[in-house]
C-alpha cells in the first residue's frame, strides 16, 4: 500500500544540504497553466528536471514544445534531466516511451554540455512511490553542478543528506492580502 501523494499545485521549495552547499530545490507544477510560473522558477537555474509519463508519449512530446522554452532564463550550461515517471505502474505493454528514445532526446537538448564527462546520459526512470532512482538523479545533478572532493562526497553520504521528504508539504503561506 503506498501513502497518498499530491500533486504540485504552482510551486513547492525544499532546502537539501550537500556536502557544504544548501541547495535550494524548485518543484513547478507541470500543468500548461502553471507555465508562466514556472520560468520565474528557471531563471539562473543550474539544472533543470523534465518529468514526463512514461505510459503517455503526449506528456514527453511536449517537453520539447512546453519546456525548453522555459530555459531560455537558465544558465548557459543548465543541465537538464529528462526523468521518465511512473516506472512502478508500468505494465508491458503501456510503455510508450522507449529508453533510447529518452536517452537521445536528453543529449539533444544537452548539446551545450560535454556529456562525456557526465557518468552516464541524463536520463532517468523513477517511481516516485518506491523511490526507484529518486535519489539517483538528484545526486547527479548535484555531482554536475557542485563538485565535491572525495572526502566530502564520503561525509555526504554518511550524513544521509540526499533524502527527500515523504510527507505532505506544509500549507502555510509567506505572504497574505
Known amino acids: 500500500e503506498f501513502k497518498q501523494h499530491d500533486a504540485t499545485i504552482g510551486a ?5 544540504q550537500w556536502g557544504p552547499y544548501n541547495i535550494a530545490i524548485w518543484d513547478t507544477a507541470g500543468a500548461e497553466r502553471f507555465t508562466g510560473l514556472s520560468s520565474f522558477y528557471c531563471r539562473n537555474a543550474g539544472a533543470a528536471i523534465l518529468a514526463f509519463d512514461m505510459s503517455i508519449v503526449s506528456t514527453f512530446e511536449s517537453l520539447w514544445a512546453r ?5 531560455e532564463v537558465a544558465n548557459e ?3 537538464k534531466i529528462v526523468v521518465g515517471m511512473k516506472l512502478d505502474a508500468l505494465g508491458e505493454d503501456q510503455r510508450e516511451v522507449t529508453v533510447q528514445e529518452g536517452k537521445k532526446f536528453a543529449r539533444e537538448i ?42 566530502q562526497l564520503q561525509a555526504a553520504n554518511r550524513q544521509g543528506t540526499v533524502n527527500l521528504p515523504n510527507g505532505k508539504q506544509s500549507q502555510k503561506k509567506c505572504c497574505s492580502h
Open 67 to 71: 519546456f525548453i522554452p522555459l530555459l
Open 77 to 79: 550550461d543548465c543541465l
Open 12 to 16: 513547492a521549495f525544499f532546502l537539501k
Open 110 to 151: 544537452n548539446d551545450k554540455i560535454d556529456l562525456s564527462k557526465l557518468p552516464s546520459d541524463p536520463y532517468f526512470e523513477t517511481s516516485s512511490k518506491t523511490g526507484h532512482n529518486v535519489t539517483e538523479v538528484f545526486e547527479y545533478i548535484f555531482r554536475y553542478c557542485l563538485p565535491l572532493s572525495e572526502a
